[in-house]
T-cell receptor, first 114, second 111 residues
């Protein structure tokens, strides 16, 4: 069964600190993995998208890693800001169908305190 | 910024009413999706479309229906709203298997 598991479920950090969010998946055949940021009551916004051959991709203070062998990804946030408080969702797409189905994790709820 | 729009953003409606949630995108994407998301929970796919006149049900059973008469428009209809339909509904579109762009969502409350 294709699944995406994220950890931790929630995380509280102080402003300025770094943190790392984890994503493990069993989706096969793998197409790509995306990290989205979802503010409360809003739609998800893409942070990064990684294909099979990519190990690391950065977007400002966000750095995503992908290990396609172990089917693990992480999202590292450096020098956190209050505006980073949001849910971070890992989404994996398969290539076994014309749809390119998206499989969503439950998200990690990040809270940044001043 | 993604050009995908949902209306209304918020809707409070009585039980038994018929409602249509609107979703439009101006990017020319063939694929469009409707997701349902309860607070703190993951997104569940309820409908998707490959293109005009193509609609399919998703993973989560839903009493809603969709139509795709035009590429840019993918409305979702509930013939008779119930309190169990209270949720956030997110529309998304994508080109092939690349990045999906999401609308801001419609938060529906059925009283």
């Amino acid at each position: 069964k294709n699944q995406v598991e994220q950890s931790p479920q929630s995380l509280i950090i102080l402003e300025g600190k770094n943190c790392t969010l984890q994503c493990n998946y069993t989706v096969s055949p793998f197409s790509n993995l995306r990290w989205y940021k979802q503010d409360t009551g809003r739609g998800p916004v893409s942070l990064t998208i990684m294909t099979f051959s990519e190990n690391t991709k950065s977007n400002g203070r966000y750095t995503a890693t992908l290990d396609a062998d172990t089917k693990q990804s992480s999202l590292h946030i450096t020098a956190s800001q209050l505006s980073d408080s949001a849910s971070y969702i890992c989404v994996v797409s398969d290539r076994g169908s014309t749809l390119g189905r998206l499989y969503f994790g439950r998200g990690t709820q990040l809270t940044v305190w001043p | 910024e993604a050009d995908i729009y949902q209306t209304p953003r918020y809707l409070v409606i009585g039980t038994g009413k018929k409602i249509t949630l609107e979703c439009s995108q101006t990017m020319g994407h063939d694929k469009m999706y409707w997701y349902q998301q309860d607070p703190g929970m993951e997104l569940h796919l309820i409908h998707y479309s490959y293109g005009v006149n193509s609609t399919e049900k998703g993973d989560l059973s839903s009493e809603s229906t969709v139509s795709r008469i035009r590429t840019e428009h993918f409305p979702l209809t509930l013939e008779s709203a119930r309190p169990s339909h209270t949720s956030q509904y997110l529309c998304a579109s994508s080109l092939l298997s690349t990045e999906a762009f999401f609308g801001q969502g419609t938060r529906l409350t059925v009283v």
